[in-house]
């Protein structure tokens, strides 16, 4: 698959296709990939790399890269599809200055998953027909690699690319995933239970701001929490349930818009299961005024910016608050 | 030297415990290493290192420095300090107990930080020597020595006995503190585990990275370089990289106006955030570009400038782990060294 993408991408560079490609750029260990982008054949023969370990969203650059002069090429997943296309809804991007090539999704794997096991000083990681066999400093470990699946990928909601200009590989279905069994178990809790869910795990937030700087739908030119002459910029939390309030507002803010993309919990250093929060939304939403999935379509109204008589009255919410 | 059974660990934290405030780095029920307050039972990690580094026990990432509190015309100015009760660190991995040295050069020399005095004059580190390094560590660059740690005293595990040995007065005040409990023991099983250890060292991914051309008489050719448009491209411009880190230590004072009065805090700052060292005039650094090539310069050419040579980096890797899009300063110094 990577040489048939390298070969692809050199051919639209050379015929004047495109001016730039985005993807993704080998590190110094088997799994550290950077996103980058590419400007010539040399730099994509020498470093680009599409493996299990190629993770990353890389839509959210065209919000910048698409501004610029010239076409450029991006190579997205099919969860990354959706990314776009909520992106190009909301006018954040120049969709005609966006050359895409849909490629096959995941499963990625998650390299703390592996090192959770305790393994370490890794070496290589080699996916020999679903057993990692990993070489290490400290001799060669294997494991399935079922259980180093990252979890975005583990309940993955759709092998469809929802847009694209050609496909590389086949294209695949939207699937029946699992992805609200877990927001079903918190919201099967007590309110005491899920309260005490949500501090344990939010109490842990350092405010680095990666879910939000990695956010495909947060892409306000200035966050009311970077503003100064918001009132509410600040770098320290003014008490200890301010983190908690933080993500509930970022949650509420992109409700409606959020893909369920899983960037937000992949990046989060302190391991806080942030999609969670989103999750529920998309639950909800899906429930009081039917399914809905961001990022299907680009022309559609959504459901928190529309209204039709059928719409839930505001009481549900007070109703299912009581408890 | 001087030794104690691994199977007794608890009963050496509870004497420790029961004179001073004990942290040990323990897991979490995520799984990640953290330094939490010892209690019965509490055991200390298997893992090589904590996630988050151990700076925050004499620089925690915020703190009230004064309140005010008006009254008419009057202005009353209330000092937060407090004293801090001795504590004791255990368990500090080589990289972290350098760290202390390279914030103590910031902190301490004139004007002394009197709030991060306080506790570093409370604190005692105990540290524990490397067996099973990361490929992620470079602590090596940095001169550090995974298996002979700095701190006030020394800690090494054979498997069998945990050995300790005080490397200035506070940590033989330590150790004497605990003495009943310790025994002399032989080395001669340590100095295999230090052997072999060394070797693995030698081997790891990093073990060739070097300083050689960073350091403070190579600002101009740094920062003119052209590579930085292409490293810092892809920067999410969050504070990851600089929360998890040990030396980072940049902070923004503030006022924060409670309604019933003022409160000046102090927090970690960024230089990845668009408003770092923001000031009446507005702001230095205006591009992500400026504020990415500030981390790095400021690790390896203007600490260095301003510290006899010495780097701001310690090598513990916790970067190259926990960036979103893992870019890092091995990845950047590697870059940089290539002409």
């Excluded at chain 1, 993500?247 to 992949?266: L, M, N, P, Q």
């Excluded at chain 2, 490929?135 to 298996?147: K, Q």
Aim: hydrophobic residues 35%; negative net charge.
């Amino acid at each position: 698959m990577q040489e048939a993408m390298i070969k692809r991408a050199k051919e639209l560079l050379t015929d004047g296709s495109v001016k730039r490609v985005i993807g993704w750029k080998r590190g110094e260990f088997a799994y550290d990939i950077t996103p980058a982008v590419f400007e010539s054949a040399e730099e994509l023969d020498k470093d680009f790399v599409f493996d299990d370990f190629t993770s990353a969203n890389v839509s959210k650059y065209l919000v910048k890269e698409s501004k610029k002069e010239g076409k450029v090429l991006v190579f997205l997943k099919p969860c990354d599809t959706y990314s776009l296309n909520q992106l190009t809804k909301e006018h954040r991007v120049d969709r005609d200055n966006i050359y895409v090539i849909g490629i096959p999704g995941g499963p990625k794997l998650d390299i703390e998953k592996i090192k959770a096991k305790g393994i370490t000083g890794i070496l290589s990681v080699k996916n020999d027909n679903y057993t990692l066999k990993i070489e290490t400093l400290y001799g060669e470990e294997t494991m399935p690699f079922s259980e180093a699946i990252l979890d975005k990928c583990a309940s993955c909601k759709s092998k469809k690319h929802v847009t694209y200009d050609e496909l590389i590989g086949e294209d695949g279905d939207v699937l029946d995933s699992d992805r609200f069994d877990m927001v079903e178990k918190l919201e099967n809790m007590t309110a005491q239970e899920r309260y005490d869910f949500w501090r344990e795990q939010l109490s842990k937030c350092i405010r680095c701001n990666a879910c939000r700087n990695v956010c495909p739908a947060c892409t306000c030119e200035k966050c009311v929490f970077d503003n100064p002459n918001s009132g509410v910029e600040n770098k320290a939390a003014s008490d200890s349930f301010e983190e908690n309030m933080f993500h509930i507002i970022r949650a509420f803010h992109v409700a409606g818009r959020c893909t369920d993309c899983g960037e937000c919990s992949r990046v989060c250093p302190q391991n806080i299961p942030l999609h969670l929060l989103n999750r529920k939304f998309i639950k909800d939403i899906n429930s009081l005024y039917g399914e809905y999935q961001a990022g299907a379509d680009t022309t559609s109204r959504a459901p928190l910016t529309d209204y039709t008589a059928d719409d839930c009255e505001a009481s549900i919410v007070h109703e299912r608050g009581a408890e | 030297m001087l030794k104690i059974s691994l199977s007794r660990l608890e009963e050496l934290f509870a004497a420790i415990a029961e004179k001073q405030t004990l942290y040990i780095p323990s897991d979490r029920a995520d799984g990640a290493a953290e330094f939490t307050k010892w209690e019965p039972g509490k055991a200390l990690t298997q893992k090589l290192n904590t996630l988050r580094s151990a700076k925050d026990f004499f620089f925690p990432q915020t703190e009230n420095i004064v309140d005010f509190k008006m009254e008419g015309k009057n202005i009353q100015v209330i000092d937060q300090r407090s004293e801090h009760e001795d504590f004791v660190i255990f368990g500090v991995r080589p990289c972290d107990a350098r760290s202390f040295t390279i914030l103590d050069k910031v902190f301490l020399s004139e004007p002394v930080d009197s709030f991060y005095k306080n506790r570093r004059d409370h604190g005692t580190v105990v540290t524990m020597a490397c067996s099973r390094p990361a490929e992620t560590c470079f602590c090596g660059t940095f001169g550090i020595d995974a298996t002979e740690p700095e701190g006030d005293a020394a800690c090494w595990s054979d498997g069998e006995d945990l050995f300790i040995k005080a490397n200035n007065d506070k940590g033989q005040a330590f150790v004497d503190s605990i003495s009943s409990l310790l025994e002399e023991g032989d080395t001669a099983k340590l100095d295999q585990v230090k052997a072999k250890t060394k070797e693995i060292l030698s081997r790891l991914p990093l073990a060739n990275l070097s300083t050689a051309t960073f350091g403070g008489d190579t600002l101009n050719e740094h920062f003119n370089s052209e590579k930085w448009a292409e490293l810092s491209e892809s920067c999410l411009g969050c504070g990851t990289c600089t929360f998890v880190c040990p030396t980072c230590q940049c902070y923004d004072i503030k006022d924060f106006n409670t309604g019933n009065g003022i409160k000046r805090f102090r927090c970690w700052d960024s230089c990845m955030y668009s408003d770092f060292t923001k000031m009446a005039h507005g702001n230095p650094r205006t591009s992500q570009l400026e504020r990415f090539r500030q981390r790095f310069m400021h690790k390896l050419v203007y600490f260095p400038a301003n510290n006899n040579g010495e780097f701001g980096c310690v090598g513990c890797g916790r970067c190259l782990s926990k960036c979103p899009i893992s870019m890092n300063i091995v990845k950047v110094m590697k870059a940089l060294e290539v002409k």
